[in-house]
């Protein structure tokens, strides 16, 4: 699937995903859609939900904006843990999806922020280095509520 980047077998990010994305997602081996943005958002797909479950996919939407992204990253980790495996996971930008997705990796993975960084830069997921209160919340996350 082109504009993804696979963070780990369980896991791929991307930012909008289209139409024709979620018809493709369930051949791919997809599971599941966990939709992070905020209805309203420039090109939230407001009948994303029925395309993901016609295309025979779960589907979750938990919109995280960055300003609330520690009171809801409870519910997301939550969402992640129990979704059916392998997870699309995205947002706008894939920024949100990607941070998410390590913020769980690191409390169930077991492994350090800074490993988990490693891994999405050779991955392809690059923004974080440009975003340093987004890498922030990561590494708080993991050191707080690793399990």
Wanted: charged share 20%; aromatic share 6%; with cysteine.
């Amino acid at each position: 699937m082109d504009n993804t980047i696979a963070l780990s077998p369980e896991f791929t990010i991307a930012g909008q995903i289209t139409p024709e994305q979620l018809k493709t997602a369930k051949q791919e081996g997809y599971q599941a859609v966990l939709n992070l943005r905020v209805p309203g958002e420039q090109g939230f797909l407001d009948d994303e939900e029925n395309q993901a479950k016609n295309a025979g996919l779960n589907y979750v939407n938990i919109p995280v904006s960055p300003s609330s992204i520690s009171e809801v990253a409870p519910e997301v980790i939550q969402q992640l843990e129990t979704l059916p495996k392998p997870v699309l996971v995205h947002c706008g930008s894939a920024l949100r999806a990607g941070v998410m997705v390590l913020a769980y990796r690191g409390t169930r993975e077991g492994k350090s922020a800074e490993e988990l960084f490693n891994e999405a830069r050779n991955a392809g997921f690059t923004v974080l280095d440009s975003k340093p209160p987004m890498k922030q919340f990561v590494e708080d996350y993991i050191a707080n509520y690793r399990s």
